[in-house]
């Protein structure tokens, strides 16, 4: 399977600490994305790193890509309640058009 | 980007009946996807609206299970048919993400089969 592989799959901070997921993958890809997911709602974007970049931030985002390891992770800093939601990656083939989604991390920031 | 308007947002259904799922986009798009999400799970692909041709299927998905409609280039609808209690999931419709773009989703439709 080309599917992203996501850790933790369960995540659990205080506000105002920092959460990092990971996402490893098995093929060459031409981007990596990462998405988030409130309670089962739709998908919304939230950053696409493309696979000659190294890092990118959004905010309080940031995102790194090492492809020689085939992994990515997310960094969300000085996380809020708000920010709990379930994260997936998703990459997206160099031979394929398709986005491909990982498993996904739950992050639950406590009050 | 892209804004998806996708109904019903829920709904409980009796085993053995069809749900049809409607998504708007607010633009012309070329394809519309349509995922289904398993609780707890990622989300895998059903299959691929073309406007003017027969949805592409992904391995797994059959057409007389999930109808697709595509009549025009910003409306498709999914039927989900002769429903069991497996069937139970989010079902998401999804423009974009293709290219070197970003997705974008519909808000999902949370069905459960009784």
């Known amino acids: 399977s080309q599917q992203g592989e996501e850790d933790p799959q369960a995540l659990s901070i205080q506000e105002g600490e920092n959460a990092t997921m990971n996402c490893s993958y098995k093929t060459s890809i031409n981007n990596l994305q990462w998405y988030r997911q409130n309670s089962g709602r739709g998908l919304v974007h939230l950053i696409l790193i493309r696979s000659n970049e190294r890092e990118k931030h959004s905010g309080r985002l940031r995102v790194t890509l090492d492809t020689s390891k085939k992994s990515s992770s997310l960094l969300i800093t000085a996380s809020r309640a708000a920010d709990t939601a379930s994260y997936f990656c998703a990459i997206q083939e160099t031979s394929g058009s398709r986005l491909t989604f990982g498993e996904g991390t739950q992050l639950t920031v406590n009050p | 980007s892209a804004v998806i308007s996708q109904k019903p947002s829920r709904d409980i259904c009796q085993r053995g009946t069809s749900l049809t799922i409607q998504c708007q986009v607010d633009s012309q798009v070329t394809m519309m996807f349509w995922y289904r999400q398993q609780p707890g799970q990622s989300l895998t692909l059903i299959a691929t609206a073309n406007q003017g041709s027969e949805a592409t299927y992904e391995s797994g998905f059959v057409i007389d299970k999930f109808p697709i409609s595509r009549p025009n280039l910003t409306f498709s609808t999914l039927t989900v048919s002769n429903m069991s209690p497996e069937d139970s999931s989010i079902y998401l419709c999804?423009?974009?993400?293709?290219?070197?773009?970003?997705?974008?989703f519909g808000q999902g439709t949370r069905l459960t089969v009784v």
């Open positions: 999804s423009v974009g993400g293709t290219g070197r773009r970003e997705a974008f």
